[in-house]
């Protein structure tokens, strides 16, 4: 059964930062593509970075290119995305998905986070 495990959200001003964690089981982590979404309040999820096998591929939706980096630690089998430089716009809840983002992706159950100041 997959498994993942988002951690790390929690209340942040404006122009700081985060970085979020989700741990994976329950299947092969070192070959699977991975990604991160988010659903902000009143709207639908949105894709925001995935990263290939071998950090292989990665990519970053372009409201946060150049702001979040996602990697992955292989031998722990946990997915990170450090966000800089956060927005209120980035206030979501962030979930972490098995596989490169096609919508209907197993994930976690997410972990909030909120950009105020």
């Known amino acids: 059964e997959v498994q993942l495990v988002e951690s790390g959200g929690g209340l942040v001003q404006p122009g700081r930062s985060l970085r979020l964690s989700c741990v994976a089981s329950g299947f092969s982590f070192v070959v699977a593509g991975m990604s991160w979404a988010r659903q902000a309040p009143g709207k639908g999820l949105e894709w925001v970075a995935d990263?290939?096998?071998?950090?292989?591929?990665?990519y970053y939706a372009n409201s946060v290119k150049g702001r979040f980096t996602i990697s992955r630690d292989d031998a722990k089998k946990t997915l990170y995305l450090q966000m800089n430089s956060l927005q209120t716009e980035d206030t979501a809840i962030y979930y972490c998905a098995k596989d490169r983002w096609y919508g209907g992706n197993s994930r976690g159950q997410g972990t909030q986070v909120t950009v105020s100041s």
């Open positions: 990263i290939g096998p071998g950090d292989t591929s990665i």
